[in-house]
């Protein structure tokens, strides 16, 4: 079940949600309006494949974090961005987020395919929602800290988890700015049927 905005207001008073800061004029009928932050990272140009299983691959694809108010995105370029907000759910609620209509409009995309806030996010610890960003308009896109950028759909679930994500060791939690993939923390080469390790 969807929650609408009235559900979403009384999960946050009751601790089961966490939306920090939580603010009422951003709740929408069915989800609440998350802010961009200001901690930013680059994808970086480059020859070499990037390996999903190899954590050196996988860093030399991104420059370091930056604090920006002001991006200017390019057509068809990446950046990692993250939610002004702090996020957490229970393991009675799973999240979506989506796009903005005004924005989508521009060719922002929000992004790239991982949408799902699984339940037990941020428990414990709210964490900052790591937003894949891309312009596919053919002007530059100004993204500016602060503005609303995407939305937040909380689902219940008939029964919470039996394993949430904040079990997962290679999960996100904790963080207050965006982070590049972990993919090689929780899947060897091995489990893949492949020769080899992460390095």
Not at 24 to 44: D, T
Not at 152 to 180: C, K, W
Request: proline fraction near 8%; include cysteine.
């Amino acid at each position: 079940m969807v929650l609408t905005d009235e559900l979403i207001a009384a999960t946050v008073r009751s601790g089961e949600v966490v939306i920090s800061p939580f603010d009422v004029r951003r709740s929408r009928p069915a989800s609440q309006l998350l802010s961009l932050g200001n901690r930013f990272v680059r994808a970086e140009a480059g020859d070499a494949p990037i390996d999903p299983f190899r954590r050196s691959t996988v860093e030399a694809a991104f420059g370091e974090p930056f604090p920006a108010d002001t991006v200017e995105l390019s057509q068809g370029e990446f950046i990692l961005g993250a939610t002004d907000e702090l996020v957490a759910l229970s393991p009675r609620y799973s999240g979506r987020i989506t796009g903005m209509s005004h924005l989508a409009r521009l060719g922002l995309a929000v992004h790239v395919t991982s949408d799902l806030i699984s339940p037990g996010f941020g428990f414990g610890a709210p964490t900052a929602i790591t937003l894949e960003l891309v312009n596919q308009h053919p002007r530059p896109v100004l993204l500016r800290s602060g503005m609303p950028i995407c939305h937040l759909q909380i689902h219940a679930l008939e029964t919470a988890s039996a394993r949430s994500y904040d079990q997962v060791p290679s999960g996100y939690n904790g963080s207050a700015q965006p982070t590049v993939s972990r993919y090689w923390a929780e899947f060897t080469v091995g489990e893949a049927g492949l020769p080899g390790g992460a390095e």
